[in-house]
């Protein structure tokens, strides 16, 4: 029932398994892949995808070191560079405050082990990304680069990295639809509720009201289970259903928030503190609020980052785009 969960059997993305495999194929002969980029809507199976298939190349090829890292939660380069290096390297006498960052890539260049995948999640979230360059020229390691969209990741992209990085290969997923969040579903009641206890209606019901977002779905599907076993019911009814829809909204927008970089918290309160705003206020408002403000572009790709995950919307054209909270 949790959305990180990753089953054995994934569903409706045999082609970006199937994809992602063969780029990944080279490391069962002890040689480095191709880095890749999975890019598509929040919820759409990206990190599931990504996971599942390293973990049906682990059970393949003897020698492979993996690590995932999601870089909106651990978005400085130490931080990055210190789950990299954890799970492969000594990190013990790592100090956060006094260890220089120079000191942790040092160490990571010297590691000599099997072929290392990693996987960094939200990789747009990297407040410096010339963190994939010095990975990239690693000769043992290879990434798998996720995000939202294209261009909150390569358009930062300078010279050098973007010789490097620019021809990754790329993996687009598209939203699931109805019938392919009540087939996930439906796996996950299999796994995880009794026989019988929600019909197909119910699961229907449940993926309208997730508009295409897996993530959405399992935790309806989740808090409707718990919400029947407080009351004692055998069966998740449709009430049971849309009575947990603004509760489960809310707890998935709660650990969204609670993700957020220090500016971007800035910039989401901001906005929620008014009706709406519109982006040349919205910006002299961040810049009084916060020491070293970002540039202009910096704050319009935090704010994306925000409207894809449901947090704010946008309205307008660029130059008279208005901002406030999504309810």
């Known amino acids: 029932m949790r959305s990180e969960f990753v089953p054995n059997d994934v569903k409706h993305r045999p082609a970006e398994v199937s994809h992602l495999s063969d780029i990944l194929r080279p490391v069962t002969k002890g040689n480095r892949p191709e880095p890749s980029f999975l890019y598509g809507p929040s919820g759409a199976g990206k990190t599931c995808i990504a996971r599942h298939t390293l973990e049906q190349l682990q ?109 990754c290969i790329r993996i687009r997923f598209n939203q699931y639809d109805l019938d392919q969040l009540v087939t996930i579903l439906e796996d996950r009641v299999q796994w995880g509720l009794e026989q019988g206890a929600i019909e197909t209606e119910g699961l229907e019901r449940i993926a309208d009201h997730a508009a295409g977002d897996a993530r959405v779905a399992i935790g309806l599907l989740r808090n409707a289970a718990r919400q029947a076993a407080q009351q004692q019911t055998e069966r998740i009814s449709d009430d049971v259903i849309d009575a947990v829809v603004s509760e489960t909204k809310t707890e998935i927008r709660q650990k969204t928030t609670d993700k957020l970089t220090p500016h971007q918290q800035v910039l989401y309160e901001l906005i929620t503190d008014t009706d709406h705003i519109g982006g040349g206020d919205l910006y002299d408002a961040y810049r009084n609020a916060v020491d070293n403000a970002k540039t202009r572009r910096t704050m319009r790709n935090y704010l994306a980052k925000l409207q894809q995950y449901n947090l704010i919307t946008a309205n307008g054209n660029t130059k008279n785009r208005t901002y406030s909270a999504q309810g």
Not at 65 to 91: K, P, S
Request: with cysteine; charged share 30%; aromatic share 10%.
């Open 59 to 167: 059970q393949n090829v003897v020698d492979l070191n993996t690590q995932y890292v999601n870089c909106w939660e651990e978005h400085t380069g130490f931080q990055t560079l210190y789950h990299v290096l954890d799970a492969v390297g000594n990190t013990h006498d790592i100090h956060r405050r006094s260890t220089p960052t120079d000191e942790l890539l040092q160490r990571l260049r010297e590691y000599d082990g099997p072929q290392y995948i990693v996987i960094l999640d939200e990789v747009d979230q990297l407040e410096d990304k010339e963190i994939l360059y010095d990975f990239h020229r690693i000769q043992n390691l290879s990434m798998i680069l996720i995000a939202n969209r294209e261009e909150d990741v390569f358009s930062d992209f300078d010279g050098r990295l973007s010789s490097r990085l620019q021809t």
